[in-house]
Structures are given as C-alpha cells and as structure tokens.
C-alpha cells in the first residue's frame, strides 16, 4: 500500500505542475483580457470559432489561462464561452540535447528559431522570445524543466525534461507540418 501511495503522490504532483492541455474552441464572441477577470484590459475580441490553446483548465474568477492560437497571444477568457476539445499529449522524451561539459553550474542551451515566425519558449516561469532564424544561448536553472513552445498559426508543443549542471545544450524549433 505504501508504495502505491507513494506513487500515486509522484504522479499527482507532476500531473499538478505540468496539468493538461487542451485544445478548445470560442463559443460566441467574447473579450481575449490580459488577466482572469473583467477587470483586466482588452487584448482583443476573439470570434466564435476561433481555435485556442487552454493552458490548464485550472480556472481563476471563472476564467481559462489561454492562447490564441492565430496570433500566439497569451491572455484570458471566460470559461463560459469555450468548448474544450482534445487533450495535448506531453512531450516526455527531452528535448534538448546535450552538446558538451559547461564550467559553469547552470544550464546553457543554444536555440535557433528555424521558421521564419517568431518563437515563444515558456520554460518553467521564464518567457523567451526570438526573431525569425536567430540562434541564441539562454542560461536557466539546473533540474526538471517544464517548456511550452509555440508560434502564431500553430500548436504549442509542451513537455519536460531535465536539464543537468555543468552541461551545456542545444535545440532547434522547426514547424511540421502533416496531412491526415
């Protein structure tokens, strides 16, 4: 019994950090907020039919953490006007891949942007930006690693991995494209 327990805490904690994702869809127009409530300022109004990216659907004051997908704007909108579609399979294999020993304790990993839209990298609670084909070196902190990469016109790609000390990484974003 205890080691199911145990496991069941292992789970339910990483299945709480990360939560789920999903695809959704707006019902009727409604307001895309910089926060979760009506208080907050108007990014835009998103139009019915609009596809989404629901962070988690974890709500705050009735309000979903979301991504419009068309614009790769980040923002909120009331529960009230979403259809939640398909779960987000996480991606659990790593990502980056590691390229030498580092001198340093922390991190570096060197992304190159290979489309020629801007790039979104959310890592754990940092937001990085990068132009169309530039390569930069970000340093982050040692240990498990949630990401969430995502560009307008596409799907976010979320997952974790774990990213050593003293090792330095790399990572290319490419957009794929699939006919079913």
């Not at 969430?148 to 330095?168: C, E, M």
Request: aromatic share 14%; with cysteine; proline share 5%.
């Amino acid at each position: 019994m205890r080691i199911f327990f145990f496991l069941l805490l292992v789970f339910t904690n990483l299945t709480g950090v990360l939560g789920q994702s999903y695809l959704g869809w707006i019902t009727k127009e409604v307001n895309f907020r910089q926060g979760p409530g009506p208080n907050y300022g108007v990014i835009s109004s998103l139009q019915p039919g609009t596809q989404i990216f629901i962070v988690s659907l974890d709500s705050k004051n009735d309000f979903y953490n979301i991504i419009d997908i068309e614009t790769d704007k980040e923002g909120y909108v009331n529960k009230s006007f979403v259809r939640v579609g398909e779960a987000v399979r996480l991606n659990e294999e790593g990502l980056f891949t590691p390229t030498g020993k580092s001198s340093s304790i922390n991190p570096a990993i060197e992304i190159y942007n290979n489309t020629s839209s801007t790039l979104t990298l959310k890592m754990n609670n940092e937001t990085f930006t990068f132009t169309p084909h530039e390569t930069r070196k970000v340093i982050v902190q040692p240990g498990s690693c949630n990401y969430r990469a995502s560009a307008p016109g596409v799907i976010p790609y979320i997952g974790a991995d774990y990213l050593s000390g003293n090792t330095d990484y790399s990572w290319q974003f490419y957009i794929v494209t699939s006919r079913d």
